[in-house]
């Protein structure tokens, strides 16, 4: 059996800058109806690569516009601005950690002011070589961002859409400007944190290089309006995102520094009533063994633990009697204990599962007080909850009750709920940006790495991290 722990920490803001403003648009092209001639003879390598690699029979940008009768897209007259925002947002990808080049914004300029001729074979190249591109532009921000996250369930690793896909999915926006605007194909917290790049909301070169970090992490949470949540661990707060927004939230506690909580995405599968705490033996060591020493036996009785043979579903029960506590305490012997439901057990009345070999879950927990602290860094690397209850009614859709529950009786959750366990140390916050404390070290590191990498030519989203 995996060692399972407790968890959840966090800071509170440490700069809040002014509000974030949207950026202004272009000039207004549009273009009549059009047949489909010679679209990617312009457009560059990167582009035909991008659309090349995409699978042939129905997903391509070829395909898109068959699918309109070769009606234009990014120049039709209801498009607004979509062309010029577009355009100007390529053209500032070196924010996201790409290169503006590879995007051919110049050949995309010289394309826009062709069209605006209104050449109907002018306007279709151009509206093709802008599909083109943000193809490759999503299709770059979609991708794993690495930061070695966990991924318990495959199906939650970020995944390039196809190309047709992509364009569908702007096509039924009900405002295609708006939506390049606010990058809404990514998470909404994506297009917030780029504008503070854009509008320098920082005060140093240090929360630069964090914002970009940051801008980096999010591209592994969801876009779309799916149920989901969120620990962000720099923050030991836990969110509940509906409809495209966290509708709530809550403190949490997360792991000490030495008990890291990790990065995960999994889906929450059941909850765990009347749960037991099976005790890592270092915590064993570290809190039980010096208590009984002082104490005596009664201490286990008086909170509930019991020692076990192993971590097996049947366990056999070993007499405390016979346990050298003084070697415990010093380290020299390992010991498996559980703690039994109760009001002491420091699982509380329930957990939330998503079995990963990590032993992480999302608890409840009977020691209130913690989440009175301003840095709540207190568990071996689990997800302690202010308010298990009502994540419980969110998740469920109404009260889990336990009067009469058996121990660790499980509550399937159908259809299961993802969790994304992340390490947001810069967050919008009400129009603003909050900046929190890299309580790992994981900013850090990356910086370092990335100076390292600097220096040899490589970019700063390349490789994985911390």
């Known amino acids: 059996m995996t060692v399972q722990r407790g968890s959840c920490t966090g800071r509170r803001p440490v700069h809040v800058f002014r509000g974030i403003k949207g950026v202004a648009a272009g000039l207004v092209l549009a273009a009549a109806s059009f047949a489909l001639a010679q679209p990617a003879a312009a457009a560059p390598a990167r582009h035909a690569k991008a659309v090349a690699a995409t699978p042939a029979s129905g997903y391509s940008v070829a395909d898109f516009y068959a699918a309109r009768h070769g009606a234009p897209f990014w120049l039709a007259a209801g498009s607004g601005d979509a062309a010029r925002t577009l355009v100007g947002v390529l053209a500032d990808s070196k924010i996201d950690g790409f290169d503006p080049d590879s995007y051919g914004v110049s050949a995309l300029n010289d394309a826009l002011r062709e069209a605006a001729s209104g050449n109907r074979k002018a306007v279709a190249r151009a509206d093709v070589m802008l599909s083109q591109a943000f193809v490759a532009y999503v299709s770059d921000l979609r991708r794993d961002p690495g930061f070695n996250i966990v991924y318990v369930d495959a199906q ?8 047709r896909s992509i364009l569908e999915q702007a096509a039924n926006a009900p405002s295609l400007d708006a939506y390049v605007r606010n990058f809404a194909w990514m998470n909404s917290l994506y297009g917030q ?15 630069r290089q964090r914002l970009e970090l940051n801008l980096e992490r999010v591209r592994a949470l969801p876009a779309g309006k799916g149920r989901f949540v969120m620990v962000n661990a720099a923050e030991q707060r836990l969110y509940m995102w509906e409809d495209g927004m966290p509708v709530d939230s809550m403190v949490v506690v997360v792991g000490k520094p030495k008990y890291p909580t990790p990065l995960m995405a999994a889906y929450i599968r059941f909850a765990s009533l009347n749960p037991y705490w099976f005790v890592p ?34 366990p056999q029960i070993i007499d405390p009697k016979t346990i050298d506590w003084k070697a415990v305490a010093a380290g020299k012997k390992e010991v498996l ?3 039994l439901p109760g009001p002491h057990n420091a699982m509380g009345r329930m957990k939330f599962m998503f079995p990963n070999t990590e032993g992480v879950y999302l608890h409840d927990n009977p020691d209130r007080g913690l989440f009175q602290e301003a840095s709540r860094l207190y568990s071996g690397g689990c997800v302690r909850l202010e308010d298990a209850p009502r994540l ?39 129009g603003s940006i909050a900046f929190f404390d890299d309580v790992y070290g994981r900013d850090k590191a990356r910086m370092a790495a ?6 040899s030519g490589a970019t700063v989203a390349s490789g994985s991290g911390n």
């Open 156 to 163: 939650l690793r970020p995944r390039v859409p196809a190309a």
């Open 392 to 430: 419980g009614r969110w998740l469920f859709g109404h009260d889990l009750e336990w009067e009469g529950a058996t121990t660790e009786q499980p509550v399937p959750l159908s259809p299961p709920v993802p969790v994304y366990i992340t390490y947001l140390t810069a967050m919008p916050n009400n």
């Open 281 to 314: 033996p270092d915590l064993a060591a570290e809190r039980i063994a010096p208590n009984v020493l002082r104490r005596g036996l009664k201490y286990l009785d008086e909170l509930g633990y019991q020692v076990l043979s192993d971590w097996v579903p049947d």
């Open 337 to 339: 204990i559980r703690q």
């Open 193 to 207: 944190l780029r504008q503070a790049l854009v509008e320098k909301h920082y005060a140093s070169e240090d929360e």
């Open 450 to 455: 990335n100076d390292q990498g600097s220096g």
